[in-house]
Nanobody
Framework: QVQLVESGGGSVQSGGALRLSCVGGVGGVWYMGWFRQAPGKEREGVAVIDSNGSTMYADSVKGRFTISQDRDHTVYLRMDSLKPEDTAMYHC?????????????????????WGQGTQVTVIS
């Protein structure tokens, strides 16, 4: 069974940047992406990448976040111009459909797998 492990989270000042990493992905099979969840809020899809490198983003992060994948199938999420509302647990996930990874209330029972997450805290 594929296990995804995230890293790279931390605390940063508003306007700062972080890069998250996700290892354990298997290329060419699924869509890979990131979703986040803040305490008391529903899950929110953030970004998706396919095996050809095509990307999609939630409107809330478009222009600030960049998803990428290297030859070892490690998935990255570069986050620039961070805002306090970006504070959340960020999870890497695999899905057979990209819309599931970008939906509000990401349906966990429809994902192939997801990781435990890495915490991002943006201080105003």
């Amino acid at each position: 069974q594929v296990q995804l492990v995230e890293s790279g989270g931390g605390s940063v000042q508003s306007g700062g940047a972080l890069r998250l990493s996700c290892v354990g992905g298997v290329g060419g099979v699924w869509y890979m992406g990131w979703f986040r969840q803040a305490p008391g809020k529903e899950r929110e899809g953030v970004a998706v990448i396919d095996s050809n490198g095509s990307t999609m983003y939630a409107d809330s992060v478009k222009g600030r976040f960049t998803i990428s994948q290297d030859r070892d199938h490690t998935v990255y999420l570069r986050m620039d111009s961070l805002k306090p509302e970006d504070t959340a647990m960020y999870h890497c996930a695999a899905s057979i459909r990209p819309d599931w990874l970008l939906s509000r209330g990401v349906p966990l029972n429809r994902l192939v797998t997801w990781g435990q997450g890495t915490q991002v805290t943006v201080i105003s």
